[in-house]
Each structure stands twice: as C-alpha cells, then as structure tokens.
C-alpha cells in the first residue's frame, strides 16, 4: 500500500513550529517510515518550487503550513499547497490566528524596515539603504525579493481543513494530528486538533489545580525586567506573554488583519 504523501511549507515563521516535530522524538521515526515526505521547505528536503507545482492538484494527502502569510511568495505557496494538498492544516498559532508574528500589523512595513535596517544600534548601512523587491547587488547581480504585505492567517488566504495552536505547538498536539491522519481518523473539518486538554488545564503552575485563587492580571512585563517567581503561574508573574494572547484574539476577532495598519493602532 502507498504511504500517504506529505507536505510541509515554513511561510513567516521562525521555524519554532519545525522544532516542535523534532520534539515528537521516538514517535518522528515511525512518522517517518510512515509518510511520504514530496515537499518540505526550506528547512528539510530540496524539493524546487516548480517541482512541487508540477505535482497534480489534490495528490498529496495532507499539508502542514506554518507562519503567517506575509509576502507574495507565502501567499503564492499557500495557494500551491491548498491546490496539492487534500487536507491543509494551519500549523502553529502563526499560521492560525496571527500570533507573535502577527503583531507586525501594528506598524507600517516602512517603520519596520527603518527599524530593522537603518534605526538599530548595531546597524551597519552607512548609505541607509532599505530591501526593496528588485535591486543590483554588487553592480551586477539582480536579485529578486518577494513583495511584503501585511501579516495573514491562512485561512485569510485559502480555505483551511484544520487547526493545530500552540507558539509553539506542543509535540502532543502535533503527534494527536498525525495519529489521527494516520489512522484516518480526523475530526470534523474546521477543528482544532489537540492532545485534548487545555496548558492551563494540565500546568503545575495553575493555582486553581492547587487550590488557590486565579487573581486577575492587572500589570504586564517581559521577563527579562526580572523579578519572577520560580514555579508560579505565568499569569501571577505578569508576563508579557499573556498580553499577547488576548491581543491576537483581539485583532482576530475584529479582524484588522485586513485592515490599514494606522486603525489597528488607532483601535488599540
Ligand atoms: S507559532 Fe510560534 S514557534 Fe511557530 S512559527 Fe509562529 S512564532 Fe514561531
């Protein structure tokens, strides 16, 4: 019998979710042995571009894509993968709901590329020059960037069959998906597959599970300003991090990513 065929694409990532899989350990090998891997980019198999496009549409079984749509190249790529792919999955919080890397929507792609390129201390651009979608390196090499837009969850591009959170997503989460592909026992489409419990539900660190009270998070800081108890709640520590996540759901709900960078701000 033939295995079923997988592919995988890192859109605006930062590989944190390609990580998540190397976590899987033990069980990676059977998955392995396991699947046909046709497309794994950029980080795993050197398949071409074009050589995943030759593929006919619906042959491969299942797509993981992870990041969110950032520039032309992702959205062309995620178009590719849902035309290939019988069943797609938004793989990570990024590719979800926006995540981390959608906070980008909260400036323009020129204040960012100041930033990144001109404005840091350790900056060295004495001509100030920014990235741009075509330019000369070295007075004779023409080099190509795709266009940035704004950040995009997946299903902002293409229809998406699943969801997996997490930033990233727990190994149980991913290895509760490919059981469930592999045994042909997926949930209803537009699920969110999970290892069927919350973090907060199974974390030593939640107070209710020891019996104290939730207080509610009145403060938000980053770790490194210090400061934080050892073994205690995130939330107690007022850590930045769950700030972020009513933000994400926040620009989801009300769906900015669509909308000009200036309202997002404005409605923040
Ligand atoms: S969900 Fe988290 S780990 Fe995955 S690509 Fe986004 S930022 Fe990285």
């Known amino acids: 019998m033939s295995k079923p065929k997988l592919a995988y694409y890192l859109a605006g990532g930062c590989a944190g979710c390609d990580i998540s899989l190397v976590d899987l350990a033990d069980f990676l090998v059977d998955v392995v042995s396991a699947v046909e891997i046709v497309f794994f980019a950029p980080t795993l198999v050197d398949v071409k571009y074009k050589d995943f496009e030759a593929l006919p549409d619906g042959s491969v079984d299942v797509g993981l894509l992870t990041g969110n749509i950032r520039n032309k190249e992702h959205e062309h790529m995620a178009k590719v993968m849902r035309a290939k792919c019988k069943v797609l999955i938004a793989y990570g919080i990024c590719a979800s709901l926006g995540g981390i890397k959608g906070l980008v929507n909260l400036h323009s792609n020129q204040e960012l590329l100041e930033k990144a390129y001109r404005d840091t201390f350790s900056t060295d651009n004495p001509t100030g020059e920014l990235p741009s979608p075509k330019c000369v390196v070295d007075g ?110 926040f620009i989801k709900r009300h769906n900015l990513y669509s909308t000009p960078q200036r309202r997002v701000s404005a409605a923040l």
């Open 140 to 249: 004779r090499y023409e080099l190509e960037l795709p266009e940035l837009t704004e950040a995009r969850t997946l299903d902002q591009v293409v229809e998406v069959d699943y969801y997996i959170g997490g930033c990233p997503p727990h190994y149980e989460h991913v290895k509760a998906a490919l059981v469930a592909l592999l045994e042909g026992k997926l949930p209803p489409r537009g699920s969110w597959i999970t290892m069927g419990h919350a973090v907060c539900e199974v974390c030593a660190r939640n107070p209710v599970l020891r019996g104290e009270k939730k207080k509610p998070v009145v403060e938000v800081r980053r770790v490194i300003e210090g400061g934080v108890e050892e073994e205690a709640c995130l939330t107690k520590n007022k850590i930045l991090k769950i700030f972020i996540m009513p933000l994400k759901y």
